[in-house]
């Protein structure tokens, strides 16, 4: 062996060990108690006047600087809008910690760059069409008894009315399912307190189906409507055959969110432009904002989601585009749906913990108004109606169930929950986030008064959702809150005319009017709705696939994985089957040699084991690129219909030696002078390991 062979050899050998040996020295536990000397105080107060720091930053940096290798408290799981991604994000320290490919191909993750027949981009077709980004709004992580799981994320896709189920063993979509009501949805995602259901509500009225209607026929052909898809855990997929959808008028449906403890088993959705405006500036109409905002209330729905479910499995839906779908007159019929008015185009619907308490923010009435569910269900029970809607559903009197009302400040949105008994609504007009007290059993959790405005934080700058740890659930934690702030203007360096989102983190571990902002973040990679936060110890991320050779996308062991000593090339007809392994710092085979317009499939197994040593695998012209993590097994295919000498290689920077982990595909043009050389049939031999 030569010298140069040794020496290449032993720095393979080297960065093999890499991640497994006593250089990693993560710091996981506490440090020993701080105590400043006066030389260290007086350099802190040196520095903090150097950089113009008051007493405040340097309290809000010690409560988000991480040390290197200590992990964040909680994850953040962000929509992406319209990048069509997920973001996870560490807190308190807001650092980026991963983007979640979802309805956008992303080549780091290989996500859609499988060659040919690629699956993601097959599970991006709609009608045909791939329609290869998303609008995500609203995150949603499983639960259990109304608590996060860590198991699973969903997420919707405004635009195109897609919900995706997301793995959090590995954080990987497995599953798109397209609405086939619907072309665009809203209030997605949300799920039932133990994920029996994923619920995807809707928003712009529409033929159901697909369907085609001039907008002179809205009010008779238009319709809205809400989607439970039936999650199946065990299977770890929506369970299609075994979902359903609720016909509803054509109003606005906005957000939706599902009861929990004395409100499980219903759910709640907004609407606005119960005015059923038709728009038509272009025709002297008046504009959509001014039509849709001419009433003073629309309407709350009141869902009651076991009943729908009762009625679907006794077979009372009817086929739209083949699903089955509740409509307006069985709800009615059967008790299914009740409305509340509600003040002024509300855009969000938040139950607290304990489920009594429905907060609804109008986006042009500066109260939050909350209504009850004892309240709701004894106005059901003694037919406490004010009316019934055009369509024949009745409409609750709005005094029977009406808890309280809240002036908080201008443009209402969205509301969370901590472990002290207040509730935070953002103020989008206002660019402020409102903590006020709820009442009830939570009176006795804060010395305020009950429903009562108790402080105002301002943000920068206009808010959409927030997002509080754990403030969905039926136990917030508190502590910490992010403010979604759409606008960021003047809070960082520009960045040309198109600005980052502002993610900023406020504590609210205190009581009272202390809420101060700790930090900002710039969200530059799309305009992310809703997220949600989770304590990280919930999440059991896989460190490496369990086995060599393991599927992703049916999470199990693939017979079809290339195993070691096995790799080879080999053809049948035009047909053409590529059997790699992976490793630091070969693939084995590095020469594959096809002809033109060969009909390749191409296997390649990562037989890595330790966490981190994952490897790419691109080959330039193609359109292939893979992530190969540790123990993952990826195919692809494609016709070779360039002829030419290709060198793939491994994308991800993975050894010492990476730069030599690479090979040719090299393929033949036809009628070249040389008849075709047998390729090998037989294993190649493995590689010098
Ligand atoms: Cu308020 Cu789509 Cu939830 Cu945006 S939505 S802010
Ligand atoms: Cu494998 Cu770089």
């Not at 290197?68 to 069509?84: A, N, P």
């Not at 809205?224 to 016909?247: C, Q």
């Not at 059967?334 to 855009?347: D, Q, T, V």
């Not at 960082?492 to 993610?503: C, D």
């Amino acid at each position: 062996m030569s010298l140069v062979l040794a020496a290449a050899m032993c720095m393979g050998v080297v960065a093999e060990s890499h991640g497994q040996d006593t250089r990693r020295r993560r710091r996981t536990e506490e440090a020993k108690p701080v105590e400043l000397t006066p030389a260290q105080v007086a350099e802190l107060t040196r520095l903090a006047n150097e950089r113009k720091l008051n007493a405040d930053d340097l309290m809000a940096a010690a409560k988000t600087f991480m040390p290197s290798g200590r992990h964040d408290d909680y994850v953040l799981f962000s929509s992406g809008g319209q990048s069509g991604q997920v973001f996870a994000i560490g807190v308190p320290s807001m650092r980026l910690l991963r983007s979640i490919s979802v309805f956008t191909p992303e080549s780091w993750q290989g996500y859609g760059f499988a060659g040919d027949n690629d699956h993601v981009i097959e599970s991006l077709k709609i009608n045909g069409k791939v329609v290869a980004w998303g609008d995500t709004h609203h995150p949603a992580l499983s639960e259990t008894k109304g608590d996060y799981d860590g198991e699973w994320l969903f997420i919707g896709d405004k635009a195109n009315a897609r919900v995706a189920v997301i793995d959090l063993r590995d954080w990987e979509t497995k599953q798109i399912v397209k609405n086939p009501l619907t072309i665009s949805d809203h209030g997605a995602a949300f799920v039932t307190p133990n994920t029996e259901y994923v619920i995807e509500g809707g928003q712009y009225a529409t033929v159901l189906g697909y369907g085609y209607a001039p907008p002179e026929e809205y009010k008779k052909s238009y319709r809205g409507m809400v989607t439970l898809w039936k999650f199946d855990r065990a299977k770890g997929r929506i369970d299609v055959a075994n979902s359903f959808a609720l016909e509803l008028p054509p109003y606005w449906q906005d957000l939706a969110d599902a009861g929990k403890n004395a409100s499980d088993g219903w759910f709640f959705i907004n609407s606005f432009n119960v005015e059923m405006a038709t728009g038509g500036v272009e025709k002297g109409n008046p504009p959509f904002e001014a039509g849709a905002s001419k009433r003073d209330t629309d309407y709350l729905h009141i869902v009651d989601w076991k009943k729908a479910e009762a009625v679907f499995k006794a077979g009372k839906a009817k086929a739209i585009n083949g699903f089955p779908v509740i409509t307006l007159d069985t709800s009615a019929a059967e008790g299914i749906l009740y409305f509340a008015p509600e003040p002024k185009s509300p855009h969000g619907v938040d139950v607290s913990p304990n489920g009594q308490y429905m907060v609804v923010a109008g986006k042009l009435d500066p109260h939050v108004t909350v209504y009850s569910i004892d309240k709701i269900k004894a106005a059901i029970a003694g037919k406490k109606f004010s009316g019934k809607d055009e369509y024949g559903i009745s409409v609750l009197d709005f005094d029977a169930v009406v808890e309280a009302q809240v002036e908080l400040g201008l443009g209402p949105l969205h509301t969370q929950f901590d472990d002290k008994g207040y509730a935070y609504t953002s103020l989008f007009l206002d660019s402020a986030v409102a903590r006020w007290t709820l009442g009830g059993e939570y009176a006795k959790l804060n010395p305020e008064q009950p429903w009562k405005l108790v402080h105002k934080t301002p943000v920068q700058y206009n808010i959409g959702h927030l997002c509080a740890a754990e403030g969905d659930t039926v136990s917030p934690d508190g502590g910490y809150l992010i403010s979604m702030s759409k606008w960021s203007v003047d809070r960082f360096l520009t960045t040309g005319p198109l600005l980052p989102q502002n993610f900023q983190l406020l504590d609210i571990s205190a009581t009272g009017t202390t809420m101060p902002v700790i930090y900002d973040s710039p969200i530059g990679v799309g305009e992310p709705h809703y997220c949600q936060m989770i304590k990280a110890d919930k999440l059991k991320s896989w460190k490496v696939y369990p086995e060599v050779g393991w599927n992703p996308h049916t999470q199990r062991l693939d017979p079809n994985a290339p195993k070691k000593g096995q790799e080879g090339v080999k053809r049948d007809g035009s047909n053409v089957l590529v059997t790699m392994t992976a490793i630091r710092s070969h693939f084995t085979p590095e020469h594959v040699e096809i002809q033109e317009g060969d009909h390749v499939t191409w296997r390649i197994t990562a037989i890595e084991t330790t966490q981190d040593a994952t490897h790419g695998f691109c080959i330039g012209g193609y359109n292939v690129n893979l992530s190969l993590e540790p123990g993952e097994y990826a195919e692809f295919s494609f016709v070779a219909d360039r002829p030419g000498t290709y060198p793939f290689y491994c994308t991800e920077f993975c050894s010492a030696l990476h730069l030599e982990m690479m090979g040719y595909l090299h393929v033949k043009p036809r009628g070249a002078a040389e008849a075709a050389p047998a390729v090998p049939s037989t294993p190649v031999a493995a590689g010098s390991n």
